[in-house]
């Protein structure tokens, strides 16, 4: 147990610094990016869940280069910028971008990032038709993991409602005020953490909406932190079981995975190899899929931020001439 403790220590910060409350009058401010420019806008109102924040990146050249591809990006509240935003290190995506596009890796593209539910991120990202899979005792599981007196999902999923929200009401709204392409061939999805499991459910559930995914160190056992030899823990299961009835075929859609080795990361290859096998066995390769490892890399933004490129590259490749 003791040798656990500094790991233990590191996920506590990570996780309470993206799940504490945050009041009105502590919310971050509209992020500021150091290339192109963001818009805030603050408190998108919507039918299904509670309003979030979303900041939307436009490149220097916006809107010379229209019509642009969108990439929508979960826990959008630490993405651009150098500053701490939200207490957490930003994954600076909009110089990452600017950069992939100003040396032609990638189309022109803007980026629109979603703020977290806070206390309820954890219920808003996980995959719920995978939640609704598993037996009631099986919910009561994973609904007694805590962080010391927090617990970690404090409700049941609604990720089926947030991606309504995403789909049906902020996606409209971003079709119509930005110069964008609305095709599915130029949406995409990508998160980090459980960020990452609400990137690929959003593109095996909304398939005609998102053509591609980028789930990066994908936590695969949901509310736990850690797992052992004697962890009863049915949210991997229920996961890839999902993912080989209900993801798309590989035509017109790309996924990309990875994790790292350290900290939270350590847990995850198992049931990433388990997902790449079902995937290659089924078609997924070359361009439509990927999947690497990064040798020692932590779970944290700044590590996501060290390889953004891949994932961005690998989404918004320009198109073959």
Known sequence: MLRRAPFLAALMFGLLAACVPIRAADAPPAQVATVGK????????????????????????????APYAVLYMFDGQNLFGEREAGKLPSWQADAMAAKLMAQGKTRSFIIVGIAN????????????KPW??????????????????FQIMPVA???????????????????????VDVRPASTFVMGSSMGGLMAWYAMA??????????ALSTHWPGPYLTLDATTDDPAPDAFV?????????PGGHRVYFDH?????????APTQQRVDQWLKANGWKGAQFESRVFDGAEHSERSW???????????????AK
């Open 205 to 214: 559930e909304y398939p005609d909406v998102f053509g591609g995914a980028a």
């Open 241 to 249: 079981e999902y993912i080989k009835h209900h993801f798309p075929s």
């Open 260 to 268: 790292g080795t350290k900290t939270l990361d350590a847990n995850y």
């Open 305 to 319: 931020a060290a390889r953004l490129a891949i994932p961005m590259t690998f989404l918004l490749a320009p198109p």
């Open 38 to 65: 963001t818009e805030h806008l603050a408190r998108f109102p919507s039918q299904y869940v509670a309003p979030h924040d979303i900041d939307v990146w436009l490149p220097p050249d916006y809107p010379r280069h």
């Open 117 to 128: 539910a806070a206390t309820e991120r954890m219920s808003e990202y996980f995959p719920q």
């Open 132 to 149: 609704e899979a598993l037996s009631p005792e099986q919910r009561r599981t994973l609904f007694s993991q805590q962080l010391g007196n």
């Open 157 to 179: 999923p609604f990720s089926d409602a947030f991606l309504k929200f995403v789909t049906q009401e902020l996606k409209p709204v971003i079709d119509q005020r930005f110069a």
